[in-house]
Structures are given as C-alpha cells and as structure tokens.
C-alpha cells in the first residue's frame, strides 16, 4: 500500500491537523491511538484531535464533527472498522485526505473505487503458515475452524501455502456456535494442531477456553490470533503490537 505521511514543517509553516475516529474505547484501538498520536507529534508537530465513535453516533453529531472542521484537518484517520465505516460514508472536507488503522479484511469495508489506504489486521496467509511450521514442525496436520460462510477464501489460501510446506490442513467447517463441540470431536482423531482464525460465528471466550483447556489434555496444542489465546493456554497465537500499528498507519 502506498504510504502516506507529511513534508517536514518549515518555520513558516503551520502544523499538520489530524482528526483521529476511534471505534470503541478498548485497549487495542487506544493503544494504536496513542502510538500514531506520539509518532505524529514527534516527528511533525502535528495537532492531533481525537474523537470516539459512539460521540458522533447521529447525524446532528457528525454536522456538528464536521462543520468545524472544513478546511481544518489535513487527513482524517479511523482506527478500527466501524470507525473506518462512518468516516468512508461521512463527507470530507476537500482536500483533506482519509486513512484507516486496525482494520480486518479491508476489502469486505471499502470498494475498489473506495482506493482506501491504511494499514489492515490481516497477516498473509503464507506468512502464518511459515510461522505456524517453524513454532510446531510436528504438527503436519492442522484443523481449521471457519465458517464457510466468512473464511472460505482464507481456507483456499490456507490449503495451497500448507502444501508447499508439506503441511495438510483439515477443513472444520461449523455454520453456527452450536456446531463446534459436535465438529471437533468429528476431527479430533484426524488432526495434532487446531487453528483459530478470526471468524465471528466461532468466537466466544466461554467456548475458546473450554476448547483449550480441553485441547490440553488430549495433548493437542492450539493456535489462536490474539493475546487471549495465548493468556488461556494456546500453544502459539498471532499477537499485535498495536502501538506499532498506530505508528505505521
């Protein structure tokens, strides 16, 4: 993606503005708030003003974000995907130009004639399978819990990298909540490692903790994608230095 960043201020110049959305006031999103404030001010002086999505919920209160604003900021940036959502759907005052952070998927949120710039949640599907083969090289059989509805693409790409690495990954495909304790212990003779991906029909805490734990005693190491995983017993997860996001976004 192209990158997007200001000139060095002269003297004579005023500081950059930036207006930043935040999605929800939870530590990931306020983490990358704060690192992409401290790099911006750091590195030009930039004037950072933050706003939180549930502030500007109703129309009256996006006018209100706005009209202030016109020919004020220079670039608006939406941390997260709902804020990614009202500010692609808000007008923006020309010629201040729009970014999104943390946010999954990108390409469900924004159309090609969208041409969104920002920095997405998602590691390439090569690059978790490399990592995956290096952190577990016994496990050659892997289970996948999706939902086609939300990860087939994912599971394709999944398939084709973990053959290069003489790797077998086994479809565990549920359709609801109620589906996965039924399809697990379908799979569980057939797999030695269980792969969490970020699918919204399979995540519940109660659920993942239970698998987990359950996954343990059958000697069966778990692999999830954020730090919750790994606090609850994963063998292995995907975690996010948010912060760092903020600064690259």
Request: with cysteine; glycine share 4%; proline share 7%.
């Amino acid at each position: 993606m192209p990158a997007a960043g200001f000139s060095e201020n002269s003297p004579s110049q005023p500081s950059p503005k930036v207006a930043v959305i935040v999605s929800d006031k939870i530590k990931p999103y306020l983490e990358a708030k704060q690192g992409l404030s401290e790099f911006l001010s750091a590195s030009v002086d930039a004037e950072v003003s933050v706003f939180f999505l549930n502030e500007l919920k109703d129309k009256k209160s996006a006018d209100l974000f706005l009209k202030p604003a016109a020919g004020r900021y220079d670039i608006f940036i939406a941390i997260g995907p709902a804020a990614a959502v009202f500010l692609w759907n808000t007008p923006v005052p020309e010629p201040a130009a729009r970014l999104y952070c943390m946010v999954l998927n990108p390409e469900k949120i924004f159309s090609p004639a969208d041409a969104a710039c920002g920095v997405s949640l998602n590691i390439p599907v090569q690059t978790q399978i490399e990592m995956i083969s290096r952190s577990l090289p016994h496990a050659k059989r892997i289970g996948l819990l999706y939902d086609p509805a939300n990860n087939s693409a994912f599971l394709s790409r999944a398939v084709k990298n973990a053959a290069v690495l003489d790797l077998k990954i086994v479809p565990m495909a549920v359709s609801s909540k109620k589906d996965i304790r039924q399809v697990l212990n379908r799979h569980l003779k057939e797999i030695n490692a269980l792969w969490f991906i970020p699918d919204r029909t399979v995540i519940s805490e109660s659920i993942v903790r239970y698998i987990i734990k359950d996954a343990l005693h059958k000697g069966l190491p778990v692999i999830g994608y954020n730090r919750f995983f790994y606090e609850s017993g994963a063998a292995a997860a995907f975690i996010f230095d948010y912060k760092e996001l903020g600064r690259q976004c």
